[in-house]
């Protein structure tokens, strides 16, 4: 049998190959590449237009990058795209020492190499030009003028990534089936819409009792910690993407407009998104972040489990009314696994060895910082 042609491609290591950011016309053409992996439920058309709705969202609106490998022989507007991925820029927070500092760092996703040129090192290579220029790529305004560390959640397993210094991070889950719940007249739970979420969820206090953690736990432990500042604009950026899906799937209905859950008497509260998959098994309701102070009493431990089972009976009942499949959250704190446990003895703790690894890749020893890092809030809500 005769091989399909192929054009003549260089090879992975070859010197002519370089890492650029796309031109408009290149980042469409490789969502156009990528669109195989990733349109779900969506014509190409209308995945196109997802990508460039999320663009436009403040989270990512003056961050994002995307990169794609090329031989450097070929001219612009002509080049063939050998692998490509995007990264997006934001906001976080580093702590040390007792000071807490607000930096920025890059989260990497959508890495993608088209099926007849896989196998070649085009992937590799990529990473390896990129671990060189994400460092410093749009660090100009920061006081370090560098980031200390960027984040991907692999979907290729814990190794491949590991090899260019993305090392692989708590990556656990707990879910919950979608349930139509009964209403308990003596349930306090409130639904939460996006301006509940920014009050309870992301507020200026939630932040600021953050940092002071952060802070207070830097002076136990000489290990640096960072997080990725949950600002309101991730969860924004998060609907954007359900309320999109929402839009061109269904409709007929309302768009989604509760975004979250909480109980003023514990103040426990989450915020959620709903995805949609390519069929209903693969719709779940995410929960990308949790809120709560730690309980000072046994009986406030209890009401903070209780409250907490309440609100994921909610998020159940949430996903059941938007077909989705599951509840899932990542990193269940132990209290929240005690407040699974009260809805669904049978739970389980799941740690992923293939799918959604958080993966961290730690610059800060350079800058006299230590070599081992902690990550704090390692939730959904970073996920890019
Ligand atoms: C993953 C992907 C980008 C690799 O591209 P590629 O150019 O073929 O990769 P390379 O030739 O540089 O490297 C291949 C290496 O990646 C590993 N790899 C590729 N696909 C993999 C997968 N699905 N799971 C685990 N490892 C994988 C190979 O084992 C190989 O390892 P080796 O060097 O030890 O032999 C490509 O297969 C792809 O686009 N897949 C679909 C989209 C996707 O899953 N992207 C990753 C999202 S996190």
Redesign the pocket.
């Known amino acids: 049998m005769i091989a399909a042609a192929v054009p003549d491609l260089p090879a992975?290591e070859s010197p002519d190959l370089i890492l650029v950011p796309a031109t408009p016309a290149e980042r469409i053409a490789s969502i156009k590449l990528?669109s195989v992996?990733w349109k779900g439920p969506l014509d190409v058309e209308t995945y196109i237009e997802r990508e460039d709705h999320l663009m436009q969202q403040r989270l990512t609106r003056d961050g994002l990058t995307c990169w794609i490998l090329v031989d450097r022989n070929e001219p612009v507007g002509g080049r063939t795209i050998l692998?490509s991925c995007e990264s997006y820029r934001k906001k976080a927070l580093m702590a040390h020492d007792g000071h807490v500092e607000d930096v920025a760092t890059h989260g990497v996703g959508s890495?993608?190499?088209r099926p007849e040129?896989?196998?070649?090192?085009?992937?590799?290579?990529m990473f390896e030009e990129l671990r060189l220029k994400l460092d410093t790529w749009e660090m100009e305004e920061e006081s370090r003028r560098k980031s200390l560390f960027t984040v991907?959640?692999?979907?290729?397993?814990k190794?491949?990534y590991a090899q260019f210094g993305w090392r692989p991070f708590l990556s656990s889950h707990m879910s919950l089936p979608a349930m139509e719940s009964a209403v308990d007249g003596g349930d306090v739970t409130r639904d939460l819409f996006a301006k509940d979420v920014q009050q309870t969820v992301c507020s200026e206090a939630v932040l600021a009792k953050l940092r002071d953690q952060m802070r207070v736990a830097s002076l136990k432990s000489s290990k640096a910690k960072i997080a990725i500042l949950p600002d309101f604009d991730h969860f924004v950026w998060h609907w954007a993407r359900e309320e999109f899906f929402a839009e061109k799937l269904l409709p007929e209905r309302s768009p989604p407009v509760v975004k979250g859950a909480g109980n003023d008497q514990a103040r426990v509260y989450c915020a959620w998104n709903r995805n949609f998959g390519e069929t209903p098994e693969d719709n779940v309701l995410y929960i990308l972040r949790w809120v709560y102070d730690d309980p000072t009493s046994p009986a406030e431990e209890q009401a903070i489990i209780k409250a907490m089972a309440s609100i994921l009976r909610r998020a159940q009942h949430e996903a059941h009314e938007w077909n989705m499949s599951k509840v899932e959250f990542w990193n269940p704190t132990p209290l929240l696994q005690k407040a699974m446990t009260l809805v669904d003895p049978k739970a389980e703790l799941v740690h992923r060895e293939k799918d959604s690894i958080a993966s961290l890749r730690w610059t800060g020893s350079e800058d006299g910082l230590g070599k081992d890092v902690e990550w704090w809030l390692n939730e959904k809500y970073a996920w890019c």
């Open positions: 992975g990528n992996a692998s890495v993608y190499c040129f896989r196998g070649k090192g085009y992937a590799k290579r991907l959640f692999s979907d290729i397993g190794k491949f």
